[in-house]
């Protein structure tokens, strides 16, 4: 029984002893964190994200508990983490301008009756070929497919007259169209 404990021991005195060095060293955090994070990017919620696996990373074993060796290993932690937060925030805002809902998900995507695997290689299919449409025919397709926004106010939007709209997405329509017959889906 003492063998047990005496790893558990030493395992928790290593967390507080890295979290008496984070404590030291907050403000070098903070300040490093707010320098990596991009404007849509919570700071304090990064840091203490990354504050939460250094310590259990500690406790492990797995990180060293030296004040410069411990900041080295947080400053490439928060880096790493800003960078996988700003690699979301763009997927997520690419998302919302393809799909143009707000969690940037096609409601075809993760429609509860899309049950079998042809209904969702189709919807796949589909979202490929807008997505090789130029940006201004893709627009067109989802705002009025996936939003069901009228030709008419969508002309009225872009201060472009209603023919000039109707006929550049009667052209995206034949591009998808085309675009699905080389993926041999229709």
């Not at 984070?22 to 203490?48: C, G, I, K, N, P």
């Not at 004040?67 to 996988?84: G, N, T």
């Not at 997927?91 to 009756?113: I, K, W």
Request: charged content about 25%.
């Amino acid at each position: 029984m003492p063998d047990s404990s005496k790893p558990q021991s030493t395992g928790n005195e290593a967390r507080e002893q890295c979290r008496l060095c984070l404590r030291a060293l907050m403000h070098r955090l903070l300040a490093y964190a707010r320098l990596q994070a991009d404007a849509d990017t919570d700071v304090e919620v990064l840091l203490s994200g990354v504050i939460e696996r250094v310590v259990q990373a500690a406790a492990q074993g797995r990180v060293p508990v030296q004040e410069e060796d411990l900041l080295r290993y947080c400053f490439s932690s928060i880096r790493h983490e800003a960078m996988r937060q700003r690699q979301r925030n763009v997927n997520r805002r690419m998302a919302e301008s393809l799909y143009g809902g707000q969690d940037g998900v096609a409601p075809t995507e993760h429609h509860p009756r899309m049950e079998n695997a042809d209904a969702q290689l189709r919807a796949k299919l589909l979202r490929n070929a807008v997505r090789q449409l130029p940006p201004e025919q893709a627009e067109l397709i989802l705002l009025h497919i996936w939003q069901e926004i009228s030709i008419a106010e969508i002309a009225r939007r872009c201060s472009t007259p209603e023919s000039t709209i109707r006929s550049r997405y009667t052209a995206a329509l034949r591009a998808v169209k085309l675009n699905l017959n080389h993926s041999d889906i229709c």
